[in-house]
């Protein structure tokens, strides 16, 4: 049978392991928070960079649109004169997309056109706005991880508190409910 000096020595032993396993876990709970929070940071900033590129191309697509509208007023307005000097001008002032349009059924300007002069700032704002997505999840991700690094630092200041306990009732009780956050910290931290 045990002695209470030889019980008193193995607490001790599990004490400092508590204390050297929550430091560790504090720490690399912290280290993965601190990552996915850099990436999140670099994300956020750079899908905003981008949603700003997709909207000059908005803009620029409007621009374009708006002139093909001047070009094809002026197509229209020539072919009705008879005149296909400037008929021939407006026409090859178009954008290919107009030109394309003025060939289907459905055109000038009709949904197929849009699309296709929208297409590029489509693009780069779908892009954007995944990246701001992933942002989202990354910084999400980095909330988690603090919670598994406030639930492991409490562990080890129960463990802390147990060391400097007198009574023997004290240390186990503080230690098991250091032991508790050990197992929470860690289902916090697979959790994520």
Same mark, same amino acid.
């Given at each position: 049978?045990?002695?209470?000096?030889?019980?008193?020595?193995?607490?001790?032993?599990?004490?400092?392991? =508590?204390?050297?396993?929550?430091?560790?876990?504090?720490?690399?709970?912290?280290?993965?928070?601190?990552?996915?929070?850099?990436?999140?940071?670099?994300? #956020?900033?750079?899908?905003?960079?981008?949603?700003?590129?997709?909207?000059?191309?908005? $803009? /620029?697509?409007?621009?374009?649109?708006?002139?093909?509208?001047?070009?094809?007023?002026?197509?229209?307005?020539?072919?009705?004169?008879?005149?296909?000097?400037?008929?021939?001008?407006? #026409?090859?002032?178009?954008?290919?997309?107009? %030109?394309?349009?003025? /060939?289907?059924?459905?055109?000038?300007?009709?949904?197929?056109?849009?699309?296709?002069?929208?297409?590029?700032?489509?693009?780069?704002? /779908?892009?954007?706005?995944?990246?701001?997505?992933?942002?989202?999840?990354?910084?999400?991700?980095?909330?988690?991880?603090?919670?598994?690094?406030?639930?492991?630092?409490?562990?080890?200041?129960?463990?802390?508190?147990?060391?400097? =306990?007198?009574? %023997?009732?004290?240390?186990?009780?503080?230690?098991?409910?250091?032991?508790?956050? $050990?197992?929470?910290?860690?289902?916090?931290?697979?959790?994520?």
């Amino acid at each position: 049978m045990e002695d209470d000096a030889d019980k008193d020595k193995r607490l001790e032993i599990i004490m400092t392991a =508590m204390i050297a396993i929550l430091s560790i876990s504090t720490a690399g709970t912290a280290y993965f928070s601190h990552m996915e929070n850099s990436s999140s940071t670099h994300d #956020y900033f750079t899908s905003q960079s981008i949603l700003v590129d997709a909207n000059s191309l908005y $803009l /620029e697509a409007n621009q374009a649109i708006i002139y093909d509208f001047t070009m094809y007023d002026g197509y229209y307005l020539a072919n009705a004169t008879g005149d296909t000097n400037t008929s021939d001008y407006y #026409y090859f002032s178009m954008s290919d997309a107009l %030109k394309d349009s003025l /060939e289907r059924g459905t055109g000038p300007f009709d949904e197929q056109y849009y699309d296709e002069m929208y297409e590029n700032a489509e693009s780069v704002y /779908e892009d954007g706005t995944l990246l701001a997505f992933d942002a989202a999840e990354q910084n999400t991700a980095s909330d988690e991880y603090q919670l598994a690094v406030l639930i492991s630092a409490v562990g080890l200041s129960l463990t802390g508190w147990a060391a400097l =306990m007198k009574t %023997k009732r004290l240390k186990v009780t503080f230690l098991t409910c250091s032991i508790f956050c $050990l197992i929470m910290t860690s289902i916090q931290t697979l959790s994520v």
